[in-house]
Protein backbone atom coordinates (compact mmCIF):
# COMPACT_ATOMS: atom_id res chain seq x y z
CA UNK A 1 0.00 0.00 0.00
CA UNK A 2 3.03 2.45 0.43
CA UNK A 3 4.77 4.06 2.98
CA UNK A 4 2.19 6.15 4.93
CA UNK A 5 3.53 9.35 4.34
CA UNK A 6 2.95 8.69 0.71
CA UNK A 7 -0.43 8.46 1.10
CA UNK A 8 -3.10 10.67 0.13
CA UNK A 9 -4.95 12.04 3.32
CA UNK A 10 -7.87 12.82 2.03
CA UNK A 11 -8.28 10.14 0.52
CA UNK A 12 -7.95 8.34 3.54
CA UNK A 13 -9.98 10.29 5.29
CA UNK A 14 -13.13 9.55 2.82
CA UNK A 15 -12.19 6.02 3.34
CA UNK A 16 -11.67 5.97 7.06
CA UNK A 17 -14.86 7.75 7.61
CA UNK A 18 -16.68 9.22 11.22
CA UNK A 19 -13.63 9.47 13.69
CA UNK A 20 -10.80 10.17 11.56
CA UNK A 21 -8.87 13.78 12.86
CA UNK A 22 -7.17 16.07 10.63
CA UNK A 23 -4.33 18.12 10.90
CA UNK A 24 -3.37 20.83 8.50
CA UNK A 25 -0.27 22.94 8.55
CA UNK A 26 -2.12 26.14 8.42
CA UNK A 27 1.48 28.56 8.77
CA UNK A 28 4.80 28.70 8.69
CA UNK A 29 8.01 30.80 9.99
CA UNK A 30 10.79 30.85 8.45
CA UNK A 31 12.35 27.32 6.81
CA UNK A 32 9.68 24.90 6.74
CA UNK A 33 9.89 20.59 5.38
CA UNK A 34 6.40 21.58 3.79
CA UNK A 35 3.94 24.46 2.56
CA UNK A 36 0.59 25.02 4.15
CA UNK A 37 -1.79 23.04 3.07
CA UNK A 38 -0.07 19.26 4.02
CA UNK A 39 -1.88 17.34 6.05
CA UNK A 40 -2.34 14.00 8.05
CA UNK A 41 -5.20 12.16 8.46
CA UNK A 42 -5.30 9.84 11.92
CA UNK A 43 -7.72 7.16 11.79
CA UNK A 44 -9.47 6.03 15.26
CA UNK A 45 -6.84 2.87 15.39
CA UNK A 46 -3.98 5.18 14.69
CA UNK A 47 -3.03 4.56 11.33
CA UNK A 48 -2.16 7.69 9.30
CA UNK A 49 -1.72 8.96 6.16
CA UNK A 50 0.19 12.05 4.60
CA UNK A 51 2.55 14.26 6.37
CA UNK A 52 3.26 17.47 8.28
CA UNK A 53 7.20 17.43 8.64
CA UNK A 54 9.54 14.86 7.87
CA UNK A 55 8.88 12.85 11.39
CA UNK A 56 9.28 15.59 13.74
CA UNK A 57 5.73 16.38 15.44
CA UNK A 58 3.91 13.38 13.32
CA UNK A 59 3.77 11.31 16.59
CA UNK A 60 2.80 14.24 18.96
CA UNK A 61 0.01 15.11 16.31
CA UNK A 62 -1.29 11.36 16.69
CA UNK A 63 -1.14 11.26 20.45
CA UNK A 64 -3.25 14.71 20.02
CA UNK A 65 -5.68 13.50 17.80
CA UNK A 66 -7.12 10.90 20.47
CA UNK A 67 -7.69 13.83 22.83
CA UNK A 68 -9.73 16.26 19.89
CA UNK A 69 -11.06 12.77 18.94
CA UNK A 70 -12.32 12.40 22.37
CA UNK A 71 -13.73 16.10 23.23
CA UNK A 72 -14.38 17.29 19.95
CA UNK A 73 -12.75 20.30 20.33
CA UNK A 74 -10.69 21.66 17.59
CA UNK A 75 -6.68 22.52 18.85
CA UNK A 76 -4.39 25.03 17.00
CA UNK A 77 -0.80 24.03 17.80
CA UNK A 78 3.02 25.26 17.52
CA UNK A 79 5.98 23.99 16.99
CA UNK A 80 9.44 24.93 16.54
CA UNK A 81 10.29 28.78 16.82
CA UNK A 82 8.34 30.38 19.55
CA UNK A 83 6.32 27.00 20.87
CA UNK A 84 5.37 25.67 23.98
CA UNK A 85 6.51 22.30 23.61
CA UNK A 86 10.16 22.64 24.22
CA UNK A 87 11.25 19.08 23.44
CA UNK A 88 9.47 18.95 20.10
CA UNK A 89 12.25 20.51 17.80
CA UNK A 90 12.64 21.31 14.42
CA UNK A 91 15.62 20.70 12.79
CA UNK A 92 14.96 23.03 10.08
CA UNK A 93 15.04 25.61 12.68
CA UNK A 94 11.77 27.30 11.96
CA UNK A 95 8.52 27.03 13.65
CA UNK A 96 4.73 25.91 12.11
CA UNK A 97 1.26 26.09 13.05
CA UNK A 98 -0.91 23.57 12.58
CA UNK A 99 -5.14 22.63 13.20
CA UNK A 100 -6.21 19.49 14.63
CA UNK A 101 -9.96 19.30 14.04
CA UNK A 102 -12.32 16.75 13.64
CA UNK A 103 -14.38 16.62 10.95
CA UNK A 104 -17.92 17.77 11.61
CA UNK A 105 -20.10 16.51 8.64
CA UNK A 106 -17.49 13.97 7.05
CA UNK A 107 -20.20 13.40 4.07
CA UNK A 108 -18.21 16.58 2.69
CA UNK A 109 -14.73 14.56 2.73
CA UNK A 110 -17.22 12.15 0.43
CA UNK A 111 -17.66 15.21 -2.36
CA UNK A 112 -14.20 16.10 -2.19
CA UNK A 113 -12.79 12.79 -3.06
CA UNK A 114 -15.85 12.72 -5.93
CA UNK A 115 -14.58 16.54 -7.25
CA UNK A 116 -11.04 15.06 -7.32
CA UNK A 117 -11.46 11.70 -9.02
CA UNK A 118 -13.49 13.51 -11.19
CA UNK A 119 -10.52 16.37 -12.06
CA UNK A 120 -12.83 19.28 -10.92
CA UNK A 121 -10.50 22.18 -9.19
CA UNK A 122 -11.93 22.86 -5.53
CA UNK A 123 -11.10 24.35 -2.56
CA UNK A 124 -12.40 23.01 0.95
CA UNK A 125 -12.54 25.83 3.42
CA UNK A 126 -12.41 24.10 7.21
CA UNK A 127 -13.63 26.22 10.00
CA UNK A 128 -12.03 26.56 13.79
CA UNK A 129 -14.51 24.34 14.89
CA UNK A 130 -13.57 21.85 12.01
CA UNK A 131 -16.99 22.60 10.14
CA UNK A 132 -16.04 21.86 5.70
CA UNK A 133 -17.61 23.63 2.84
CA UNK A 134 -16.31 22.81 -0.55
CA UNK A 135 -15.79 26.07 -2.53
CA UNK A 136 -15.01 26.95 -5.80
CA UNK A 137 -11.15 26.83 -6.51
CA UNK A 138 -9.16 29.00 -5.03
CA UNK A 139 -5.25 29.27 -3.63
CA UNK A 140 -4.03 27.48 -0.15
CA UNK A 141 -4.80 30.67 1.95
CA UNK A 142 -6.38 31.56 5.42
CA UNK A 143 -8.83 34.36 6.29
CA UNK A 144 -10.67 35.74 9.06
CA UNK A 145 -13.19 32.78 8.11
CA UNK A 146 -11.29 29.70 7.63
CA UNK A 147 -8.57 28.21 6.58
CA UNK A 148 -8.74 27.41 2.54
CA UNK A 149 -7.26 24.37 0.83
CA UNK A 150 -7.13 24.56 -2.91
CA UNK A 151 -7.26 21.13 -4.81
CA UNK A 152 -6.16 21.32 -8.50
CA UNK A 153 -5.91 18.21 -10.63
CA UNK A 154 -2.37 16.94 -10.86
CA UNK A 155 -0.69 17.15 -14.72
CA UNK A 156 -1.62 14.54 -16.69
CA UNK A 157 -0.08 14.32 -20.38
CA UNK A 158 -1.12 13.34 -24.14
CA UNK A 159 2.28 12.26 -25.50
CA UNK A 160 2.85 12.14 -29.73
CA UNK A 161 5.78 10.77 -31.48
CA UNK A 162 7.65 7.74 -32.46
CA UNK A 163 11.24 6.44 -31.32
CA UNK A 164 13.00 6.12 -28.17
CA UNK A 165 12.09 9.93 -27.03
CA UNK A 166 8.45 9.04 -26.60
CA UNK A 167 9.34 5.45 -25.00
CA UNK A 168 11.66 7.19 -22.38
CA UNK A 169 9.15 9.88 -21.49
CA UNK A 170 6.15 7.83 -21.45
CA UNK A 171 8.11 5.19 -19.23
CA UNK A 172 9.13 7.51 -16.36
CA UNK A 173 5.40 8.98 -16.35
CA UNK A 174 4.48 5.46 -15.52
CA UNK A 175 7.03 5.15 -13.21
CA UNK A 176 5.60 8.06 -11.20
CA UNK A 177 2.37 6.89 -11.43
CA UNK A 178 1.30 10.19 -14.08
CA UNK A 179 -1.81 10.05 -15.82
CA UNK A 180 -0.96 9.56 -19.78
CA UNK A 181 -2.00 8.12 -23.14
CA UNK A 182 0.52 7.75 -25.60
CA UNK A 183 -0.01 8.41 -29.41
CA UNK A 184 1.76 7.77 -32.48
CA UNK A 185 1.57 6.78 -36.20
CA UNK A 186 4.46 4.40 -35.76
CA UNK A 187 3.11 1.36 -34.60
CA UNK A 188 6.39 0.04 -33.53
CA UNK A 189 6.68 2.54 -30.90
CA UNK A 190 2.66 1.88 -29.77
CA UNK A 191 3.50 -1.50 -29.09
CA UNK A 192 7.48 -0.59 -27.14
CA UNK A 193 5.37 1.57 -24.90
CA UNK A 194 2.34 -0.09 -24.46
CA UNK A 195 4.59 -3.19 -23.49
CA UNK A 196 5.44 -1.05 -20.34
CA UNK A 197 1.86 -0.84 -19.23
CA UNK A 198 1.06 2.92 -20.92
CA UNK A 199 -2.57 3.31 -22.95
CA UNK A 200 -2.21 3.69 -26.30
CA UNK A 201 -3.89 5.13 -29.73
CA UNK A 202 -2.90 5.14 -33.13
CA UNK A 203 -2.98 7.94 -34.98
CA UNK A 204 -4.81 7.38 -38.50
CA UNK A 205 -6.57 9.76 -40.60
CA UNK A 206 -10.14 8.78 -39.24
CA UNK A 207 -8.53 10.00 -35.38
CA UNK A 208 -10.27 12.69 -33.81
CA UNK A 209 -7.97 14.27 -32.05
CA UNK A 210 -10.36 17.16 -30.60
CA UNK A 211 -12.00 14.32 -28.40
CA UNK A 212 -8.68 13.68 -26.47
CA UNK A 213 -9.37 13.67 -22.82
CA UNK A 214 -7.77 17.38 -22.61
CA UNK A 215 -8.29 19.88 -20.07
CA UNK A 216 -6.53 22.73 -18.16
CA UNK A 217 -4.56 20.21 -16.15
CA UNK A 218 -2.93 18.71 -19.52
CA UNK A 219 0.31 18.69 -20.71
CA UNK A 220 1.22 18.24 -24.38
CA UNK A 221 4.31 16.30 -25.60
CA UNK A 222 5.62 16.14 -29.04
CA UNK A 223 8.67 13.96 -30.09
CA UNK A 224 8.63 13.86 -33.86
CA UNK A 225 11.83 13.69 -35.71
CA UNK A 226 10.02 13.71 -39.03
CA UNK A 227 8.70 17.03 -38.44
CA UNK A 228 6.17 16.84 -40.92
CA UNK A 229 3.50 14.78 -38.57
CA UNK A 230 3.69 17.81 -36.02
CA UNK A 231 1.63 19.97 -38.42
CA UNK A 232 -1.89 18.88 -37.91
CA UNK A 233 -1.48 17.34 -34.41
CA UNK A 234 -0.13 21.57 -32.93
CA UNK A 235 -2.69 23.28 -34.88
CA UNK A 236 -5.28 21.24 -33.18
CA UNK A 237 -3.90 20.82 -30.07
CA UNK A 238 -3.24 24.86 -29.79
CA UNK A 239 -7.02 25.27 -29.47
CA UNK A 240 -7.32 23.09 -26.54
CA UNK A 241 -7.31 24.10 -22.83
CA UNK A 242 -3.99 22.50 -22.27
CA UNK A 243 -1.92 24.21 -19.74
CA UNK A 244 1.68 23.44 -21.62
CA UNK A 245 2.00 22.12 -25.28
CA UNK A 246 6.09 21.69 -26.27
CA UNK A 247 7.56 20.01 -28.98
CA UNK A 248 11.25 18.27 -29.52
CA UNK A 249 13.72 20.50 -31.65
CA UNK A 250 16.10 22.76 -31.88
CA UNK A 251 15.57 26.52 -32.00
CA UNK A 252 16.30 26.54 -35.61
CA UNK A 253 13.44 23.68 -35.91
CA UNK A 254 11.32 25.80 -33.36
CA UNK A 255 11.45 28.88 -35.68
CA UNK A 256 10.68 27.01 -38.75
CA UNK A 257 7.85 25.16 -36.91
CA UNK A 258 6.04 28.80 -35.90
CA UNK A 259 6.40 29.91 -39.53
CA UNK A 260 4.48 26.63 -41.32
CA UNK A 261 2.15 26.87 -38.10
CA UNK A 262 1.53 30.61 -39.29
CA UNK A 263 1.32 29.94 -42.70
CA UNK A 264 -1.58 27.47 -41.99
CA UNK A 265 -3.39 30.23 -40.22
CA UNK A 266 -2.99 29.43 -36.84
CA UNK A 267 -3.36 32.72 -34.85
CA UNK A 268 -0.28 34.35 -33.29
CA UNK A 269 -1.42 34.38 -29.34
CA UNK A 270 -1.66 30.48 -29.95
CA UNK A 271 1.67 30.37 -31.40
CA UNK A 272 2.94 32.00 -28.45
CA UNK A 273 1.82 28.92 -25.96
CA UNK A 274 4.10 26.58 -27.78
CA UNK A 275 7.55 25.66 -26.84
CA UNK A 276 10.82 24.61 -27.75
CA UNK A 277 13.28 23.43 -27.19
CA UNK A 278 11.55 21.95 -24.58
CA UNK A 279 13.43 20.68 -21.24
CA UNK A 280 15.41 22.31 -18.30
CA UNK A 281 18.47 20.80 -19.71
CA UNK A 282 19.79 22.97 -22.74
CA UNK A 283 20.51 20.55 -26.05
CA UNK A 284 19.27 16.88 -23.85
CA UNK A 285 20.16 14.43 -26.90
CA UNK A 286 20.07 11.44 -23.99
CA UNK A 287 16.11 10.45 -24.48
CA UNK A 288 16.58 9.84 -20.60
CA UNK A 289 17.93 13.00 -20.20
CA UNK A 290 15.29 14.77 -22.66
CA UNK A 291 12.77 12.96 -20.47
CA UNK A 292 13.74 14.17 -16.94
CA UNK A 293 14.61 17.70 -18.19
CA UNK A 294 11.18 18.08 -20.14
CA UNK A 295 9.03 16.40 -17.03
CA UNK A 296 10.94 18.65 -14.39
CA UNK A 297 9.67 21.44 -16.98
CA UNK A 298 6.34 20.31 -17.08
CA UNK A 299 6.17 19.77 -13.25
CA UNK A 300 7.91 24.02 -12.05
CA UNK A 301 5.13 24.82 -14.72
CA UNK A 302 2.12 23.62 -13.24
CA UNK A 303 3.12 24.28 -9.96
CA UNK A 304 2.96 27.58 -10.65
CA UNK A 305 -0.51 27.36 -11.64
CA UNK A 306 -1.51 26.66 -8.21
CA UNK A 307 -0.01 29.09 -5.97
Request: proline share 6%; net charge neutral; glycine share 10%.
Amino acid sequence: MGHPALLDPWDMAAIWGRGTVIAVLTGTEGPAYRNPGATLAVAPDGRFAGAITSGCVEADLILRAAEVRRTGRTQTLRYGMGSPFFDLKLPCGGGIDVRLFLPKDPAILLLLQEARANRKPVALAVGDDGSLKLEDWRPTAGDEEAFHLGFRPGPQFVVFGTGAEAAAFTGLLRGMGHNHLALSHELSTLAAISSQGSQVQEITPQARLQDLPVDADTAIVLFYHDHDFERVILRQMLRSSAFYIGAQGSRATQARRLETLAAMGVPAEALSRLRGPIGLIPSSRDPQTLALSVLAQIVDVHAGLVK
